[in-house]
């Protein structure tokens, strides 16, 4: 019987975007997940993210009666860890694929921005909020990112599958909208965590695997120092930026199969 990931996306990229990253896990795990988080108005995007942990949390909760695997890239690495110190008992460890703790001054200096509205640039948010979200058709849709110099590295099937799966039709004729709400996107990157530090300081109750692309501006800007704190031994690196599975999805799988083996053992 397989053992079970339920695994996060990074924000913007609705989970069918990772189809390749899966397959080539798909023999020694099963996959479950949030399709996309923040579009359910039950659990919306706040300050800190409380209410996309919760959707989180509420997944599990529904699915599962053993603990599960989390997995998740960016945003979804940092839910899966804060799903983790809420209820340790429903996880057995957790990979973050890119996602840094912000601690220390840098975590001080976040909040601060954030309460003066300063957060916006430079930074994601300020390219999400003028992001295309309409063409003519999926071809269109493929053809606009792969002409994007972050989008041309992606492995070419991975962007096939999010040309196709990260959008939908909109009715009109063969027209395609982006399915991840450009608004939503948007809020999620202007409501970071800021208190992730602080709570991990001490370790985590559950045993955490990290993976740092080489190129990552996020770990750039945040530093590893508490991110190598709270992982210890259970830290990899790979050739890329911060959407580095979406560029070496098998290389990508294999570091979160090694992870969670490492971390199997520390379980026993």
Not at 120 to 133: D, I, M, S
Not at 134 to 162: C, G
Not at 213 to 235: F, H, P
Request: proline share 7%; glycine share 8%; hydrophobic share 40%.
């Amino acid at each position: 019987m397989r053992e079970i990931i339920h695994f996060s996306h990074a924000n913007g990229f609705p989970v069918p975007t990772y189809r390749k990253l899966f397959a080539e896990l798909e023999g020694d795990f099963e996959f479950r997940a949030v399709e996309r988080y923040g579009h359910r108005p039950e659990f919306p995007v706040t300050l800190g993210w409380p209410h996309l942990v919760e959707e989180l949390l509420d997944s599990l909760q529904r699915q599962y009666r053993e603990p599960v695997w989390l997995v998740g890239h960016s945003l979804g690495g940092f839910l899966s860890l804060m799903a983790a110190l809420r209820r340790p008992e429903w996880v057995r460890g957790v990979v973050m694929l890119d996602s840094p703790i912000i601690a220390g001054w840098r975590a001080s200096l976040l909040k601060t921005a954030q309460l003066l509205g300063m957060d916006e640039k430079p930074g994601p948010a300020a390219v999400t909020r003028n992001r295309r979200t309409h063409w003519p058709d999926t071809e269109a849709v493929w053809e606009h990112f792969r002409s994007k110099p972050n989008f041309a590295i992606w492995d070419q099937d991975m962007l096939r599958d999010y040309a196709v799966h990260g959008t939908e039709p909109t009715g009109k004729d063969s027209e395609r909208q982006l399915r991840f709400n450009r608004e939503v996107e948007y809020w999620i990157y202007r409501t970071l965590p800021t208190s992730l530090g602080r709570k991990v300081a001490r370790g985590a109750p559950v045993p955490v695997g990290f993976v740092a692309g080489t190129r990552s501006r996020e770990v750039r800007q945040c530093g590893l120092g508490a991110t190598r704190k709270l992982v210890g031994e259970n830290l990899r690196f790979i050739e890329g930026g911060h959407l580095y599975p979406m560029e070496r999805p098998r290389e990508t799988a294999q570091l979160i199969r090694e992870l969670i083996a490492g971390m199997r053992r520390e379980g026993r």
